[in-house]
């Protein structure tokens, strides 16, 4: 087979195959991600930080407000 068909990953540690469906990598966490623009909302909101929001009634953390609602329904029927 042609050389080409076979891309050289010893030196790249963060080489996702093309076909995968998450290609985009942070190159700080290694989170993974199908589109650019989630990984750019991951480095502008996640990466690095703490969650923002808490569940006052337990230790549940997230960085969004939609997963601290579904959160507070499914867990303590809120």
């Known amino acids: 087979r042609d050389s080409q068909d076979f891309p050289d990953v ?3 540690s963060t080489y996702i195959d093309s076909s995968s469906t998450k290609r985009f990598v942070c190159s700080w966490c290694a989170k993974s991600y199908k589109y650019s623009r989630d ?3 991951h480095h502008r ?3 690095g930080k703490q ?3 808490v569940c006052d ?3 549940y953390k ?3 407000r939609e997963p601290l609602e579904s959160h507070y329904a ?3 029927n809120i």
Do not use: I
Request: aromatic share 14%; with cysteine.
């Open 10 to 12: 010893a030196d790249d």
């Open 39 to 41: 990984l750019k909302r």
């Open 45 to 47: 909101v996640e990466c």
């Open 51 to 53: 969650p923002s929001w």
């Open 57 to 59: 009634l337990c230790s």
């Open 62 to 64: 997230t960085f969004y």
């Open 74 to 76: 499914a867990r303590h």
